[in-house]
């Protein structure tokens, strides 16, 4: 015979039965995920499945690559050289913490759909496209270059899926036009000014 299941924080018509309490945590085995990665569920929120199915996939891509440009960011922040050494040491950071603000718009976005938010390092690093930088140190022009093709990488899709899910979800639209966008034009435009050559205020040699 089936032994009955343990009540944890059940309670008894006479009240809590006494064997349930305990100042122990109680861990528990991990045995299956509740909602599988690329599903979405329903939520009253009145879009139909495949709009929400088509932004939530959209925002994934999307996502997985805010993420890595985020961690970029801080990866240049702390390994960052030359004489403007403080100024981007600073400006690396700035535009660190509003890319982790973009990350945590986009993921609940995603959740808020009714689908599931990519998170973990591992598996952002399979669905980025933005290309792994070396583990090691890079000159500050190489390091400007490879986050100005990474911002690229995110304001073409966006710019592109506003459009596609304007029709039928338009606040993902919005989310992708007013923030993810807006943000990386501007990020685009302080980094790009760096490396503009002029000839007025190059370094003698
Ligand atoms: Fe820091």
């Known amino acids: 015979m089936k032994s009955a299941p343990k009540h944890r924080g059940s309670h008894h018509a006479s009240g809590k039965n006494k064997d349930d309490v305990s100042a122990e945590p109680e861990l528990v085995t991990p045995t299956g995920v509740i909602q599988h990665f ?9 879009l139909g499945m495949a709009v929400a199915k088509r932004s939530v ?9 805010t993420i890595t440009l985020r961690d970029l960011y801080k990866k240049h922040h702390w390994q960052v050289t030359g004489p403007w050494f403080y100024q981007f040491h600073l400006l690396f950071d ?12 986009i993921a609940e976005r995603i959740q808020l759909l009714g689908g599931v938010s990519v998170a973990m390092g591992a598996h952002v690093a399979a669905q980025t496209r933005i290309e792994l930088p070396p583990i090691g140190r890079e000159d500050v022009a190489v390091q400007l270059s490879r986050l ?30 007013s923030n993810v966008l807006r943000t990386n034009e501007l990020q685009t435009w302080f980094l790009a000014e760096h490396l503009v050559h002029s000839g007025f205020s190059e370094p003698q040699k």
Do not use: C, W, Y
């Not at 996939?57 to 690559?65: G, R, S, Y």
């Not at 700035?94 to 945590?104: G, M, R, S, T, Y």
């Open 38 to 46: 690329g599903s979405v569920a329903r939520l009253p929120n009145s």
């Open 57 to 65: 996939e959209k925002l994934n891509q999307i996502l997985a690559d």
């Open 94 to 105: 700035k535009h660190f913490n509003e890319q982790a603000a973009l990350v945590d718009l």
């Open 148 to 177: 100005l093709k990474a911002h690229e990488v995110i304001v073409e899709d966006a710019r592109k899926q506003s459009a596609h899910v304007a029709d039928g979800d338009p606040g993902t639209a919005d989310l992708l036009i």
